[in-house]
């Protein structure tokens, strides 16, 4: 069974530039995470989909970043424009069902460097 | 404060010894997680519990509901057994079941 993939695995951008991440959940998986982990914390979610419906996005900084699941299978996240805070790796996660009660699966990250 | 706390928030320790991290959580949960995360890798999901206790290979996850503590145990360990050991559980309630962190505990096995 494939695992979760994210795309791309390195980024470096200038302040202010755009940038888009990739991710491709487990086959058969309704709900997709997306996590922010900055270095020396434990990740942080900002946005949570099941099928293509947003569950909840409370702490997704809807200024900057923008996150979509149109087809609820893969899904890209937007940050435009970047800040240096934004510097950190993008997790996404996938669960069959709701990660209520059932294991997530994590991608191995795109690490965004912002300078 | 944090609603999962870790502790140590790092350990080294010797080849073949028995290993103990803590957590401690201040809210209601459906389940908590214990998660590694290897240098540049990804997260792997060890744990998820619930209630009791879970074991397998040298690994040993245990949850006391009342207490809203869990601890994970590592049994003769070895230097690959060196990671990040995170901490997370799931909110009770409805809506998002997103996972909550702790900050991790960056453990070393020196051989």
């Known amino acids: 069974e494939a695992g979760v993939a994210q795309s791309p695995r390195y980024k470096i951008i200038e302040k202010r530039q755009s940038v888009a991440f990739w991710c491709n959940p487990i086959s058969g998986h309704a709900t997709l995470y997306w996590y922010q982990q900055i270095l020396g914390q434990g990740p942080k979610l900002l946005i949570q989909?099941?099928?293509?419906?947003?569950?909840?996005d409370s702490q997704l900084p809807k200024d900057r970043f923008s996150a979509e699941r149109l087809k609820g299978v893969d899904s890209t996240l937007k940050i435009q424009p970047a800040k240096l805070e934004d510097s950190a790796v993008y997790l996404c996660?996938?669960?069959?069902?709701?990660?209520?009660?059932?294991?997530?699966?994590f991608g191995p990250g795109t690490r965004l460097t912002v300078l | 404060k944090n609603e999962v706390e870790q502790s140590p928030q790092n350990l080294t320790a010797q080849e073949g010894e028995f290993i103990t991290i803590n957590c401690s959580y201040s809210?209601?949960?459906?389940?908590l997680h214990w998660l590694q995360q290897h240098p540049g890798g990804g997260i792997v999901s060890l744990f998820m519990l619930s209630s009791g206790k879970k074991k397998h290979g040298r690994l040993i996850a245990t949850i006391n509901i009342q207490e809203k503590h869990s601890s994970l145990h590592i049994t003769a360990s070895h230097p690959r057994d060196s990671a990040v050991y995170i901490c997370a559980v799931t909110l009770s309630g409805g809506g998002a079941d997103g996972l909550t962190f702790g900050k991790g505990t960056h453990l070393i096995i020196q051989p």
């Open positions: 809210v209601g949960i459906s389940a």
């Open positions: 996660a996938s669960s069959f069902l709701s990660g209520r009660n059932d294991e997530q699966f």
């Open positions: 989909f099941q099928n293509n419906g947003v569950v909840d």
